[in-house]
């Protein structure tokens, strides 16, 4: 956020932490950890679906720690670890295995940002072969 708003100051609002205030915004953010040592949290700004979120199944295509890609009809899914419902957490991830997800934000390739041209995957589960 400093980088992007230097002035800007949490505090000015009443929190005491920055993690806080985005909290209080639940409705509008998602917070992840990133899964390190030192709790580094990541922040999305949810998107605003025009429709109900859909199922979609789908490839693991690569996983790096602790996120990963799912290819979907052509198109490519971001996930987290812990995007996978509580009884597949368990479970090593490899590219190739089959899954069934929720879309939370459909791929839009014209974006700007790269990280924007991939959709979203939550509620991920494996399925058997």
Known sequence: MRSFKPDFDYGDYGYKSFKQMIEDFSDEYEIYNAGKTAPIYMILRKEIEELADRQA???????????????????????????????????????????????????????????DRNGRAKEIEILKD
């Open 57 to 115: 199944e789908g490839v693991i295509q690569k996983v790096v720690s602790t996120y990963g890609a799912i290819k979907s009809e052509g198109k490519d899914f971001f996930f987290y670890t812990g995007d996978f419902k509580k009884e597949f957490r368990g479970i090593k991830l490899k590219k190739g295995m089959k899954v069934r997800f929720v879309v939370a934000k459909e791929p839009d390739p014209r974006a700007k940002v790269k990280r």
